[in-house]
């Protein structure tokens, strides 16, 4: 039930874009707990002098490649599984579309189960809480 | 005191936007216990590959029309008060811009009253929050 | 540890710009805790149509100057220390880029320090929290 806005520089190419949209997912999916087509995401090109970022705080030596992932997810997770997701997506970042770790940064936010709508005026992020029969769709 | 940041697809009318953007505000002052004029919207529009959603997940079949509606709102609402919400609004998006009920998705988020500041360095959601006289201009 | 996303209609200088976003980080830093070099914005210009405000609500009269800063932060502050911020922002914004402080509207939310990831894939909001040793860099 998360979704995620991503910022970064404008100027990558649509391949680049994907492959980063496809691992914040692929991570997400693999060690944040969200299930399977549970993609919700925006990125949010920007251009010179819109993104803002210290090179060195914490962390760096950041480039013209950073990117800003903030998450709001629907249910808190335990402190280790967030670290394993950290972990994870610059793991795969790394591989596709090969961004450098210190260039991920990451904010997750959490709020409740029935402050999602995802479709159809329905409330919940359960198949069952929203009143849908059967598996999700 | 919520404010609404509105993502969808570029191309749409002014005059679609604008219904857009009118029915959410409705919405929320109908069914979100929000008050007359307390209206804060961004509206994004983003090009192809930059909204990102699952067709199907716990709705659906989504459309290119898909909007997602994220909300931060200054106190906490009831859980009836939010599936009523969901509801009108979905009511309301249906008849102006004509969107359909299962490409309408929704996330609250909220935070407290002092998180606030309307204007002028004041903290506050409401008048006398924000040591304003009389009743809210 | 905060970020911002700064939100104003499209149309002004690089210099505006500039000197909007350094003051934001200021008063942040000034009076709102945030360590040096502690900054990460994003500044979202916005066409017309894009950005509604009401002119009036619990303040005003608002300009097509308005500015509307979304801050997430690391950790709660006291509601003294908020206001004072509040205060400091529209002073400092007053003097540059010269915005009146009926323009400035804040909201803040805070999210805990293992939500953050500043790079490499590490957790939290201090030195000590992501493994680095030594002062950050």
Redesign the interface.
Known sequence: ?P?ARI?LHRGKS?EY??QL?DNVYRAMHEAFDV?A??????????DP??????R?????P?SDDFV?I?I?AGRPRE?AV??AF??????LLGQAPSIA???????????GG??????????G???AD?G?SGP??
């Open positions: 039930m979704y910022s649509p874009l994907r949209a299930p087509h549970d993609r919700f995401q925006i990125l949010h090109q920007l002098g819109e993104l803002i970022f210290d060195d705080y914490l962390g760096g950041r800003h903030a709001v402190s967030k670290r950290y972990k994870r997506l610059v793991e770790p210190e260039d991920v940064m990451v904010v997750i936010q959490t709020t029935d402050d999602w709508s995802f479709g159809g005026g329905r409330a992020i359960t198949a929203a849908l999700p769709r």
